[in-house]
């Protein structure tokens, strides 16, 4: 029976959703199932269907495909790559074809893991290691906010955080062809003009990702230092104008306030800054860079680092203010721990957000602790009325809706890479140190190969136990 949406409460009106988004989940896994068996009957039918009519013998995929299109109503390719999505995650990604079982997960981030992972390594010991590393984060993003019986914890990691976390576990994966990559996107960079039929048009500027951040936050600070001169142009608008005025030698009155820097926020571990490993870095909001770029950014002549003092547990030492406002040091420390908007849903990077108290100031000090970055929507959404942020008995914090749910904030993780492999003596001369990095890469390199056979024995392992 449809139910009355009109009686429900908040609450039980959003949570209803959550249950329709599971039996959707469930319902979509079912078919990929489906789709599964019925080319696994093929398979096994084949060779006596070659004997009967050997010149017109559908292979299995091919037959699938034949019967299921016109059936379900569906084109050919996308019931192909619906296939080509059930069975790669049937056979390498286990634990997500089960959380899509259980409809936990979507399909469509399903395929996302599927196709990124396909397309990108065809070493089976590479995607159980990327198998692995995306199970666990899955894992932490689980959450059951939504308090339904029956209903177990969902995934609740937005399509781009997931897509973030793909790319940063292919390049780590993947460094040398990260690397060739991105050199090869570098030297195709262009300038790309596309014509509008409403008399406009769009001109795009390919370069590396923290350049155009850098470019893009120049002309936000100019077009809101218009905006408080008294120009009544959006801040979109303004960006446009002032662009074009710049491009086109018009760049007279342009401001470039001195007041307010563009910030390119990068977490890297020391390791690839210092030409030891080639983990990829993370900007700001998610996006990943591969460890050349990291490392170029980190040497620029205008990059700066700051060095964060911490007591023993890992606390920031002596970082506190009796002020509203949060000082330089303080709010590096909270752009560098939490990268983007606290909400867990938002990817909206730290260096463009808020500064937000948990426990609203005075009440609440100025200092690490209390602080997270927060977007204009989720700063409003956190003081509107129904909303508050409580700090359980485990120290954590969840936001509590005025629908009566509560999402658990926490900030996101860091690339971390802790191999350090055993330095040998090191002496002061630059040659004797570069034959030092030689060595330690050569160190590594052993090592990540060792590791990989080990996986596979161990692979083999559970697979003799089991067979």
Not at 196 to 206: E, F, N, T
Not at 302 to 324: F, I, K, N, Q
Not at 444 to 455: G, I, T, V
Request: net charge negative; aromatic share 6%.
């Amino acid at each position: 029976m449809e139910a009355d949406l009109m009686q429900m409460d908040d609450h039980d009106l959003l949570a209803g959703g959550v249950a329709d988004g599971v039996a959707e989940a469930r319902a979509g896994w079912q078919r990929w199932a489906r789709l599964v068996e019925f080319h696994r009957r093929r398979e096994a039918d084949c060779r006596l269907r070659h004997e009967i009519s050997p010149s017109f013998t559908l292979t299995p995929r091919a037959q699938t495909v034949s019967e299921v299109s016109a059936l379900w109503g569906l084109s050919e390719s996308r019931v192909r790559h619906e296939l080509n999505v059930a069975l790669f995650l049937e056979q390498y990604f286990p634990e997500v074809w089960e959380l899509s079982r259980n409809g936990q997960l979507d399909c469509y981030r399903a395929g996302l893991i599927a196709d990124n992972a396909r397309h990108a390594l065809d070493d089976p010991v590479l995607l159980h290691v990327l198998a692995r590393r995306v199970q666990a984060f899955l894992e932490r993003h689980l959450s059951d906010a939504h308090g339904l019986p029956g209903i177990p914890p969902l995934v609740t990691c937005t399509p781009k955080q997931l897509r973030n976390k793909l790319t940063y576990e292919l390049n780590r994966l993947r460094a040398a062809h990260s690397e060739e990559l991105h050199r090869k996107a570098v030297a195709d960079r262009h300038v790309r003009k596309v014509e509008l039929p409403d008399g406009m048009a769009q001109l795009g500027i390919s370069a590396t990702v923290d350049q155009v951040r850098l470019a893009d936050h120049r002309l936000t600070h100019a077009a809101r230092q218009r905006r408080r001169e008294g120009d009544q142009r959006t801040i979109a608008q303004l960006k446009s104008d002032l662009a074009i005025d710049l491009l086109t030698g018009r760049e007279e009155g342009v401001p470039a306030p001195s007041y307010s820097r563009p910030i390119v926020n990068l977490t890297v571990p020391v390791q690839t800054v210092m030409g030891l490993a080639d983990d990829p870095g993370v900007l700001a909001g998610g996006t990943v860079v591969p460890a050349g770029l990291a490392r170029a950014i980190a040497s620029h002549p205008d990059a700066t680092w700051h060095r964060m003092l911490t007591d023993p547990a890992g606390r920031m030492v002596e970082l506190s203010t009796t002020s509203y406002r949060p000082t330089d040091p303080i709010w590096r420390h909270v752009v560098a721990e939490w990268s983007s908007c606290f909400e867990p849903a938002c990817d909206a990077p730290a260096t463009e957000a808020e500064h937000d108290h948990r426990v609203p100031w005075p009440r609440g000090a100025t200092e690490p602790a209390n602080l997270w970055p927060a977007c204009k929507r989720g700063h409003t959404t956190k003081h509107a009325p129904g909303f508050a942020v409580e700090q359980a008995a485990d120290g954590s914090f969840r936001l509590r809706t005025a629908a009566g749910f509560a999402h658990a904030v926490a900030p996101p993780a860091k690339p971390v890479d802790e191999r350090w492999p055993d330095l040998p003596e090191v002496q002061f001369s630059a040659t004797e140190f570069l034959a030092v990095l030689g060595e330690i890469r050569s160190h590594r390199d052993r090592s990540a190969a060792e590791s990989r056979e080990l996986a596979w024995e161990h692979d083999n392992f559970l697979f003799n136990i089991a067979g």
